[in-house]
Structures are given as structure tokens and as C-alpha cells.
């Protein structure tokens, strides 16, 4: 069984057809990721449809500049599993600095208040994250999203108590950093996602992603690590029912767990 900790599921009919070729490739369980209200509403209204899905509620750092509004209403919901995602993007500016800083410590402050994970997005920008984590506190269950440092940002979230997750970034040639951050990681601090449409692993680079693919991230970290790529199954999805709090299935059952 995989788990695609982190994926963006289109709205009706359409993300049934994604859900079932996901589950045909073994991949059972799927975390639909909110970016904004708006987003996190569909996320909520796909997760509601389907149970092997369950939603986050959050604004993206590019979406920081128009705050919170609609968000704090959707985290009573039980589908919803995790506040973001929510964090720090310097590469494209999309929002202000000071408005991303602020936004993503109001949304460190609602993990904490409704006792939900945290999904942070970090882009070049890790010294003000870990510094808005140390000032907020980091919650229980942190999870870096696309995690996109080498050894020394790994060991810094992995030192506050935070979990990785790897995504198809982890096949790409130019991506020793990350492959090395996999390797170190030990094998209850680390989930595997496809973040699609966006980021499809290679082969299938330069492609809309989609969650069926979620196994080749999978085989990737357990290449890095040396170990077999069930190992890696296991353990992620293991990882990801912790983080987000859902049912642990048995061997015994079938079919997806309910909400």
C-alpha cells in the first residue's frame, strides 16, 4: 500500500477517474492539499466524495497577501487532516515577504489550536522558517512538504522533531542533495507524495504528475537508502497515518479505510 502524502486533486468526475488509476497502481490513500480557500473547499468537497481521500485547509505563501479569511471555518471538519500548505516561497515573491512571514505563523498557530499537522512549502527560504517555527513552536506533527534541501536542512528539520516528504524531484538527475537527504532520513521520519499535477518523476518528466506515479518517487528513496522499495512503502505510508491521524488498516481488510 502507498500513500500520496501530498497531491492536488481535480474537483467531480474527474478526480474519480485520477483516484481510481491511483488505486490500480497501489497507491490507497491520498492527502488533497489546499492552497487557498477556495482550494481547500474542493479538497474538503473530494474528500467528502471519496475515502481514500482526505483534504487540507491552508493558504500557500504565494496567496499569503490575501490572508487567512475561510480558512479557520473548514479545520472542525473531520476530513481534514492538516492545516496547509503554508510556509515560505522567496524564489517567486508571488506575495510580500512580511505578509508570507505572518500568514505562515498564523497558520503554525492554528496546527497547534486544533491539534492538526502542519504542511510547510520552503523555498530558499530556511532560516526564516526555522526561525517562525522556533518563535510559534513546531507542532507535534510537522511535515516538510517537496523537501527540496540536502543533508544539513534535513538534519535541522529532523532535529525540531519534523518529518520529510520526498516527491518526484527525488528521480531528477540534478538532484544528488535531495537523494542524500533521503538517505539519511531515518525510516519513521520520511513520506513520499507526487504534489501533481506538478513535478512528475522521471520518467514521465515535463508530464501533468498524477498519484498513480507516486511509486516511482517510492523507488527512488529506496534506492537512496538501500533498502527495498516495500521497506519504503510501508514505512512512508506508515508515517503519513501518523502525521495526518488516520485509521491504520489491518491485513486483514479491504478495500480503502473510512473516515
Known sequence: M?????????????????????????VDRLVDVGTDAAGSRTALEVARAHD???????????DASGGLDGIAELLGAPEVVAVGECGLD???????????????????????????????HSREAWDD???ILASEGTPPRTLFHCF?????????????????????IV?????????????????DRFTVETDSPYLAPVPHRGQ????????LVGTAVAEAKGVPT???????????????DLPVPTPAEEGPAAH
Request: hydrophobic share 50%.
Open 2 to 26: 502507498w500513500t500520496d502524502s501530498h497531491c492536488h486533486l481535480p474537483p467531480g468526475a474527474e478526480a474519480a477517474v485520477v483516484i481510481a488509476e491511483a488505486r490500480a497502481a497501489g
Open 52 to 62: 481514500e481521500v482526505w483534504a487540507t485547509a491552508g493558504v500557500h505563501p504565494h
Open 90 to 120: 522567496y524564489h517567486y515573491d508571488h506575495s510580500p515577504r512580511p505578509s508570507q512571514r505572518l500568514v505562515f505563523a498564523a497558520q503554525v498557530g492554528l496546527a497547534h489550536a486544533h491539534d492538526l499537522a502542519l504542511v510547510i
Open 129 to 131: 522558517t526555522f526561525a
Open 148 to 168: 527540496t534541501g540536502g543533508p544539513p536542512e534535513a538534519e535541522r528539520a529532523l532535529a525540531i522533531g519534523a518529518a520529510l516528504s520526498f516527491s518526484g
Open 171 to 187: 528521480t531528477f538527475k540534478g538532484a544528488a542533495e535531495v537523494r542524500a537527504a533521503a538517505a539519511l532520513c531515518p525510516l
Open 208 to 215: 501533468a504528475n498524477r498519484p498513480a506515479w507516486v511509486p
Open 230 to 244: 516495500s521497506v519504503v512503502a510501508a514505512a512512508s505510508s506508515t508515517t503519513a497515518a501518523r502525521l495526518f
